[in-house]
């Protein structure tokens, strides 16, 4: 039986909803027929920081799918399955209108990331970009990643840097000055007058190492990326602009393998 949602998953349904009637859902449609496939809030090249496994012939589960476009571009270059799951039904209706409208075959789930109703290694990657990476426990979301995925599978994802994180205030655009301590960071309440009360969760580079090595990965690659110098302040997520995400970095991708098991050696008589 699937366990109950906790509070800040209940939260951030809520304010997913209504994100997804403010914004998500009118964006969709130009995000699932991008060709390139592009990270955050700069558009950031995969062509230009190389960064993804090859695609072809994997599965792939994306957790905290939102309304799919990551997906859908991974299909598109190369993925033979994607399944999307995320807890709000409104950015699912979206993500199954564009997947019958684009015809690219991805299937869909209504789950809780941090604890996904499929069995044991099912997936050769695990994908987050700002879905689970975000919007969940660190502590739950990435040994439930480990679960899913197979021997030699990897995780891929993208979450706010350290930095972002230290200068953020409360409805306010990022400064200059260090405004949050990051020793103890973890759990973040927001509220905002649009979208209403949410939950992120941030730990240092340092703690997320520990959680990865203890899920029993094995960390590949980690960059920290900065906004190019043409880029433009986001239609939407407008509390980092890109005159600071130039100057420093605000957004980080990473990347782990879960091992394959050591072959035992026979001994000779």
Known sequence: MPRRLPDYAIRNREVWTVSNANYTAASAHD???QEEITWGRWNTPESEIKFLPDLHGLEVIELGCGTAYFGAWLKRHGARRVLGVDITPAQLDTAREMNEEFGLGLEFLKANAEAVPLPDGSFDLAFSEYGASLWCDPDRWIPE????LRPGGELVFMRSTDLEMVCSADNERIGRQLLRPLKGMHRLDWTDDEVG????????HSELFQVLRRAGFEVLDFRELYAAEDAVDHPYYQYVTADWARQWPSEEVWRARKPRPARSRRRRS
């Open 31 to 33: 995000s699932w027929a």
């Open 145 to 148: 990643a480990a679960r899913l």
């Open 197 to 204: 009360a949410s939950t992120e969760f941030h730990i240092s």
